[in-house]
DNA sequence: CTGCATCCGCGATGATACTG
DNA sequence: CAGTATCATCGCGGATGCAG
């Protein structure tokens, strides 16, 4: 997991360094990322569960930025061995800790659509 | 700038409508805007100090994220008439109102790194 | 000093079909 | 149900040169 890191060690910002809030951005920032983790911090949720929940995603970039959000340990997967099988996802420690700054996104998010008409 | 809304107004999770976390995500997820807000929070800032300040970025894309974060209203644009021309930059109400969350990214950045060395 | 214009490669994303 | 594989595309972003 730590390699995802590569990249952001060497930048020197000469305020301060920012990495931290790119790295976080780069966690988050994904295309879909902020609404799976907004899904997963309400409830847990299987594949095609997300699939539906998500309009305009397809199959193929919901697994990617699946897969992405599990190797950055902010989502967890657990394979149900029925036939057929079922897959649930939910959020780790790490991710749950986020969902303050997800909110926050939320209402701010929501006070600028009202400023801005 | 309400047009920079649309795509957004039409995306309907049945959970909760995440758009603005969207909208939020897509003002502030583009590849450097995290750094520059956070750099502007501080202190306003000349084209060039931006580009002192951030080592990597290309003048063109300093150009690109500096006019879109102007077009969402994120960032101010100040002239200077001098020869040469001197131009300066600083943070609008709404973009200041970001500092906190961009703060908390910081925070859970920094917690990120140390959690996973 | 602060940009804009142009060219261009590459990665991100979509569409579609196939699989255990 | 939950993916994987493959192909095609499209825009991001880098490099470079020009301009007021």
């Excluded at 911090?41 to 699946?66: A, H, V, W, Y």
């Excluded at 967890?76 to 909110?103: A, D, F």
Aim: net charge positive; charged share 25%; with cysteine.
């Amino acid at each position: 997991m730590g390699n995802r890191l590569n990249g952001f060690g060497d930048c020197s910002i000469e305020v301060e360094r920012a990495c931290p809030i790119e790295l976080t951005l780069h966690i988050i920032g994904g295309k879909w990322k902020g609404v799976i983790i907004n899904i997963l911090s309400k409830k847990d949720t299987r594949f095609n569960e997300l699939k539906r929940l998500i309009p305009g995603i397809s199959q193929r970039m919901l697994t990617l930025q699946l897969r992405e959000l599990e190797a950055d340990g902010i989502v967890k997967r657990k394979v149900e061995e029925t036939i057929p099988i079922k897959v649930g996802y939910s959020l780790t420690h790490q991710g749950e800790s986020l969902t303050p700054i997800i909110q926050s996104m939320r209402m701010w998010g929501n006070d600028y659509i009202s400023k801005n008409e």
